[in-house]
C-alpha cells in the first residue's frame, strides 16, 4: 500500500521541498551519476509523487498532474466525498531490455494522489484531459458552491 | 601625503542565471547507438530546443504556460524550463541524431557512426 501524506489544499508553497530538491541538485552537481539515485528522496520516501497544482476558479477547480510518458488507458481519476484521486501506473518499456542501461533516473511503478477540494463539484461534469505529458482536470463546482451576488436596495 | 585611492570600476555584472530545472532521464546503449529518453511534462514539439556543440549536446525545454481561471491554492510544479547537457559517445555520429517527443517524454536517438559499429568479418576458407 502506499501511504499519501495528507496535505490541506490552502497550503499555497512548500518552501522546504524546493530548499531540498535545491540541495539535491548542488550536491548532484558535486557527485554526479551515483548517488544522485539516492539523494532522491522523493522516490525514497514514497515512491512516485507527480507534482500536482490546483486552481481554484470562480465556478470551477482546475487540477493539473505531471505524468509523463503515460498511457492514457493507464490514468485513473477517481472523486469520492470530495477527494480527487489521480492513480496509476507506469509500466517498464522492454523495448530495450538487452541494452547496457547507463542512467536510469526515470520511475517505473504506481503512483497515487489525493486531493481534498475545498468546495463541493458537479461529479457528473468532471472533465480530464491528458496532453504533453501533463493531466488536466476541470471540476466545476456546483451551483451551491458558486459565489453568489446578491444586490442589495436601498430605500 | 597624497594617497590616491583608485578603485577598480565595479563591474555591473548582472550573471545571467537562468532558472532552469534538470529532467531526469533514461540513457540506454543499444547495438548501433544509444537512446536516451528525458521527462518534460509541459514540453511539447515546438517547446523543445536541442543544440550541438562540438560534442555536447544541450536539451532545453521551454513549458507551455497556459495557467487556468483562478487562483492557485496548491503548488508543487516548477516554473522553471527544463536543461540539461550530455557529453556525447565521439562514436555517435551526429549528423543522424533524432528526436521525437511524445506526452511529455523526450526520446532522443543517438546513432553510432558506422566505422565503429561491431561488424562481423566472414572467415573465408
New interface residues.
Given amino acids: 500500500m502506499n501511504l499519501i501524506r495528507w ?1 490541506t ?6 518552501p522546504t ?1 524546493d530548499r531540498l530538491s535545491d540541495l539535491r ?1 548542488e550536491i ?1 552537481r558535486l557527485f554526479e551519476a551515483p548517488l544522485a539515485g539516492l539523494l532522491r528522496t522523493q522516490n525514497l520516501l514514497s515512491g512516485w509523487t507527480p ?8 465556478d ?3 487540477v ?1 498532474a ?5 498511457k492514457k488507458e493507464d490514468i485513473d481519476v477517481s472523486l469520492h466525498d470530495g477527494m480527487l484521486s489521480i492513480s496509476g501506473e507506469r509500466k517498464a518499456e522492454s523495448k ?1 531490455e ?10 517505473v511503478g504506481r503512483f497515487q494522489r489525493t ?1 481534498a477540494l ?1 468546495a463541493p463539484v458537479a461529479a457528473d461534469k468532471v472533465n480530464a484531459q ?5 493531466l ?1 482536470i476541470a471540476l466545476p463546482k456546483t451551483e451551491e458552491a458558486k459565489p453568489k451576488h446578491i444586490d442589495v436596495s436601498v430605500n | 601625503m597624497k594617497t590616491t585611492v583608485q578603485k577598480e570600476p565595479t563591474r555591473n555584472v548582472e550573471r545571467e542565471v537562468a532558472d532552469f530545472v534538470a529532467p531526469v532521464v533514461n540513457i540506454f546503449e543499444v547495438k548501433d547507438g544509444y537512446v536516451l529518453e528525458a521527462e518534460m511534462p509541459g514540453v511539447n514539439k515546438d517547446g523543445l530546443e536541442i543544440t550541438l556543440e562540438g560534442n555536447e549536446i544541450t536539451i532545453t525545454g521551454h513549458r507551455n504556460r497556459e495557467t487556468p481561471e483562478g487562483e492557485a491554492i496548491f503548488r508543487e510544479r516548477h516554473a522553471a524550463d527544463y536543461r540539461r547537457v550530455f557529453e556525447l559517445d565521439p562514436a555517435v555520429d551526429t549528423a543522424r541524431i533524432s528526436a521525437k517527443v511524445n506526452q511529455g517524454v523526450l526520446t532522443l536517438t543517438l546513432p553510432k557512426s558506422e566505422q565503429v559499429k561491431p561488424r562481423k568479418i566472414a572467415v573465408l576458407d
Fill in positions: 496535505q489544499p490552502t497550503v499555497t508553497q512548500w521541498f541538485d548532484d507534482a500536482i497544482d490546483v486552481f481554484e476558479g470562480k470551477a477547480f482546475t493539473k505531471e505524468l509523463p510518458g503515460m530495450h538487452d541494452a547496457e542501461v547507463y542512467r536510469s533516473e526515470r520511475y486531493v475545498p491528458y496532453k504533453d505529458g501533463v488536466t
